[in-house]
């Protein structure tokens, strides 16, 4: 393994998430538990990811708490994994990053993947940063204050 | 450079957006930028990046339009990067992933910075999912429909 620069104790929260995860594997990992997948094989037939790294991934977002892992019931050698309280606290994150691709990232009429409200069949609304009185706010709108201690 | 698995053509738009801007440099990139920062320096004192990593980095978010680099008005070597349209819209990626570490890897009263209402000084509201008539859906409430060519 590569040593990376750690971030778990930095004072920024948007670096505490990203060293959480903040890479491809894991966060298209959190997807797939969002859609359903639970064993190592479909993680694995999804994501077309190799076995020794989706090991060291599930292992770690387990270790974060994102996801618990359980035996199999039928005794089959990979354990299975679904999101935590932890883990499901991540939509809002999934979501905007699938909101941010729908309208950034494909050519009108290009087949995507959708996000629908089951009881409608219709798209979500998109994300809207408000202030906590309602208010839409643009970045300009907002200033980060720095933790107490510089960071 | 180690190769990567790309997603660029994936029919999923978290994938894609995860190929762009997926990596914990890129993310605290982004993030920098809405703090204001646009010098080579500045991101590299912000971030403690290695200038070979984040030259890399600056170059692959300005080639995915996502920063607008220009020569420095004063004739330094570097670039200035700010932010573009596409990359603004990244807004709430970067308030999830603050708002999920404010949450959930923080102890009480710990450190940390906080992204406040310019206006009024006080934290955002929470970012919540909502369905297009308004209604707020939890993970168990959506479904993920396909992409017509089955991805």
């Given at each position: 393994?590569?040593?990376r620069?750690?971030?778990?104790?930095?004072?920024?929260?948007?670096?505490?998430?990203?060293d959480v995860i903040?890479?491809r594997?894991?966060?298209?990992i959190?997807?797939?538990?969002f859609?359903?997948?639970?064993?190592?094989?479909?993680?694995q037939?999804?994501?077309g990811?190799a076995?020794?790294?989706l090991t060291?991934?599930?292992?770690a977002?387990?270790?974060?708490?994102v996801?618990h892992g359980?035996?199999?019931?039928?005794?089959?050698p990979?354990?299975?994994?679904v999101?935590?309280d932890?883990?499901?606290?991540?939509?809002?994150?999934?979501?905007?990053?699938?909101?941010w691709?729908?309208?950034?990232?494909f050519s009108?009429?290009?087949?995507?993947?959708?996000?629908?409200?089951?009881?409608?069949?219709r798209?979500?609304?998109?994300?809207e940063?408000?202030?906590?009185?309602?208010?839409p706010v643009?970045p300009?709108?907002?200033v980060?204050e720095k933790?107490?201690?510089g960071?």
């Open positions: 393994m590569v040593a620069t750690r971030f778990d104790d930095a004072p920024c929260p948007v670096a505490r998430s990203v903040g890479d594997w894991s966060l298209l959190v997807r797939d538990a859609d359903g997948s639970r064993r190592f094989g479909e993680f037939r999804g994501l990811i076995k020794n790294i060291a991934r599930l292992r977002l387990e270790e974060a708490g996801l359980t035996p199999a019931p039928d005794g089959a990979h354990r299975e994994y999101l935590t932890r883990g499901r606290a991540l939509f809002p994150v999934i979501v905007a990053l699938r909101q691709g729908e309208e950034e990232c009108p009429g290009e087949p995507r993947s959708r996000l629908l409200d089951r009881r409608t069949g798209p979500l609304r998109p994300l940063v408000r202030a906590a009185d309602g208010r643009e300009a709108d907002t980060v933790a107490e201690d960071g």
